[in-house]
């Protein structure tokens, strides 16, 4: 197997994982046996951010799949705005399950994680059990949210990461030194271990920011138009996990248009951040298990 160029799920017990999907090859963190929750995380993390729900999953009997998406350290990371269209990130997922040969899975998603969870379940309604949100909004609110100028002075880095080398320099810079106060920006004191994001933070400065902005680049190339024409019913029951003391994403667009999610809840965390699966580690492991314990 490859050597790993970003942090190692051996060196926390966990199993490796890796497979050729499409034009990239997934690398993913694994533990546990029975149905399969697949875990995807935002920027700029990784498969990590997950670590304490995968003790959760696994010891309630779950086979937990945690993978660094395209672009980040231990995953393939092409070059070109046109490879992290959103069509390639929703393939990506199902070209996984495909792998591991899962009729259905539970679907969690945090933050750009989040944004591919729901246009994966838009796509691929029929191959999710369950479908969990974090902190992110759903597509249909995109427009309205582009519209509102509170929303867009608390998202303004998002028009920032559409300049070309500035932002990724700015990030690496100083070893890595902006990169780790994103990563850290708003959490709740004691609640991540630094250990975690001092390895998160070296493994992206040292494998390249640039991949990952084009995450952000994609989509608002992809247009209202584009994120309009993807919009489908999603039957999955879903559930929205949302901090909110996010400083990016006004809790306004927390809950999902009902036309287009009709098997929702809604459930908000008041001390969390952005980062609320680390904030409120406990009680967003709990409420994840309620959620797909209640459909198996």
């Known amino acids: 197997m490859t050597t790993w160029t970003g942090v190692d799920p051996a060196d926390y017990g966990l199993r ?45 009997g779950y086979r937990v799949i945690a993978p660094d998406q395209r672009g980040y350290p231990n995953t393939s990371k092409p070059q070109g705005v046109a490879s992290y269209h959103i069509d390639r990130l929703v393939e990506d997922v199902e070209g996984l399950r495909q792998h591991l040969g899962a009729p259905h899975i539970h679907l969690v998603g945090h933050d750009w994680g989040a944004i591919v969870a729901w246009f994966y379940a838009m796509r691929h309604d029929a191959h999710l059990q369950t479908l969990t949100i974090m902190n992110v909004p759903h597509p249909a609110h995109f427009l309205s949210m582009a519209l509102d100028p509170e929303q867009l002075r608390m998202s303004w880095y998002i028009l920032f990461f559409q300049l070309p080398w500035l932002p990724a320099y700015l990030l690496r810079k100083d070893g890595a030194r902006n990169l780790r106060k994103t990563i850290t920006v708003d959490r709740i004191p004691g609640t991540y271990e630094r250990d975690d994001i001092a390895l998160t933070a070296e493994a992206i400065a040292r494998n390249g920011v640039e991949t990952l902005l084009h995450w952000y680049r994609g989509l608002l190339r992809l247009g209202p138009v584009g994120v309009r024409r993807r919009l489908q019913r999603i039957e999955t029951p879903t559930l929205v996990l949302w901090g909110e003391r996010d400083r990016a994403l006004h809790k306004r667009y927390a809950r999902p248009p009902v036309s287009w999610v009709p098997d929702q809840r809604l459930r908000y965390f008041p001390r969390a951040s952005h980062w609320v699966q680390s904030d409120e580690s406990t009680a967003v492991s709990e409420a994840l298990l309620e959620h797909i314990l209640a459909h198996p």
């Open 16 to 60: 490796r994982g890796e497979a050729r999907v499409g034009d990239v090859t997934l690398r993913w963190a694994e533990a546990g046996e029975g149905p399969i929750v697949l875990l995807l995380h935002g920027f700029p993390e990784c498969w990590v951010s997950w670590r304490r729900q995968i003790d959760a999953l696994t010891t309630a």
